[in-house]
C-alpha cells in the first residue's frame, strides 16, 4: 500500500486522485466513474484489464479504444473457453479477428493466429466439427492441429483426430488413437515414425493376436521388448540363432530362461546350462549341471558371466570335494580366496594351465609369503621337481620368468631369460636360445610398452 500512495503522491488533479484512492481501497465501481470523470478516462479501461473484468472492459473499450476491441475480445475468449463457456468463447475468438488490417505486423499475424486456432477448438466444441478440423488444417501451426485432435479424441472421432495428429506430425498419438480404433493398417504406416516403445508394444499384441507373428516380432523389436521378440523367434518364427543373438546382446533375464527352456527340450544341456546363468538362474542351471555331467560348462559360464565370490568359493568347494584340484584352485582364486587356491594349484604337478593361474593368484594377492612359496615351487625346493629349468625347453622356463613379469620384477625376468638362453647354447640349440630370448623381450616389451 505504501509503495501505492507514493506512487500517487505527485498527482495534483482530485477526481484522478480521488479515482486511484478507490482502487486502492478496492471500490472499483466508484474508481471506474471517477476515472470517466477525469483527464484520464483511458484509466478505467486499464484498470478492468488489469482486473481481468473482461466483459466490463470491452464496454469501456467501445467507448474509449475501439482499436483495443479485438484484443480484449480475445483475451475475454481465452477466459471463457477456461471456464466452459465455449459458445460465447466461440463468439468472442471471431470478433477478436482482425481483418484486412492496415499493416501485417508480427504481433498482429500472432494476435490472429490465436483467435483462428481459439475459433477451430470451440467450432469443434460446440458441434461444428467440420468447420474446426477444416480451420485447423489451414492453419500453420501445429500446436493447433494437436489441440484440435486432443478435443476429437475425446469425442471419440478417432479417425478424424489420427489424421489432425499425423498432420501435425504428432505420429506417437496418432499411431494411438488409430490403436483406439483398430485401424491397424494405419498403425502400420504410421510406425516408422512412431518412437514411443510403448505403442511398438501394443501393436505386436495386436499383431500376435492376429497371428501375423513376423509383424508382431518387429514390433517387438522395435518396441525393445527384447522377451516377447525371444519367444516370437522361438514359439513361432522357428529363428533359434536369431533369438540367441538377440538375449547375448539385449541381456534379457526372461528372454535367457526361454532360451534356456527351448535348448533343455532339445537335449542340449550345455547351452542351456549357458543361458540359465546369463538370467542369473544359478541354483537351476547348478541342478541342471550336475545333474547332466555338465559342472564344466557351468564353471566357464559362470566365470565368463562374472559370478559373485560366494558363487565362486562354493563351485571351488564342490571342485575340492570331487578331487578336482585344478578347478578347485581356478574358483578359490576367482573367489580371493588366494591362499587356499595356491595351495590347490600347487598339488597339480607340472599342469601348464594351473601354474599359469598359480602365478596369476600369486600376482593378485600381492602376499610376500605366497610369492616366496610359489617361487620356492617353481625351483623344485618344495618337491624336487624344478618347474622352471626341467628338460630346458622354453615352456619349462617360461613359468618363472612369468611369474616375475607379473610381479614387475623385470631385471629378475630378464636375467632368468639370458640363462635359459645360455643353457640353450650350451646344449648346442641355437635356434631355441634365439628363439627364448625373442619369446621373452617381446613380452617385457608388451607389459611395460
Known sequence: MGLALEGIVAIEEKTLLAAHVAMLLGRYDQA????LKSSQPKEALAMRRDLLDWSKALALAEQLAPSEIPYISREY???LEFMGDYPSALAHYETGIIENPEEETEQILEHNEVCRSGLARMSIRTGEIRKGIQLARDLHGRVVKRDCAMILEQLKQYGEAADLYELGQFYDRAAAVCLKAKAWGKVGELLPKVRSPKIHAQYGKVMEAEKRYKEAAMAYRNARDYDNLVR????HLNMAEEAVKVVRESRSIEGAKLVAKFFSQLGDHASAIRFL???NCHQEAFQLAESTDH?????????????????????AEYFANAGDTHNAGRFYLRAGHYRAALEYLMTCGENHESLILAIETVAAAGDEKLTARLTDYLM????????????FYIKDAKYLFRLYVALGMTREAATTAVVIARQEQEQGSYTV??????AMYQVIFHVYS
Open 277 to 279: 546363468v546369463l538370467s
Open 232 to 235: 516370437m523367434l522361438l514359439d
Open 433 to 438: 636360445a634365439r628363439n627364448v630370448l625373442l
Open 380 to 391: 623344485g625346493e618344495i618337491d624336487g621337481i624344478p618347474k622352471v629349468l626341467f628338460f
Open 32 to 35: 471506474e466513474q471517477l476515472f
Open 77 to 79: 475468449a481465452q477466459q
Open 295 to 315: 559342472v564344466m560348462d557351468y564353471a566357464d559360464s559362470i566365470e565368463a558371466d562374472g559370478a559373485s565370490q560366494e558363487q565362486m568359493a562354493y563351485l
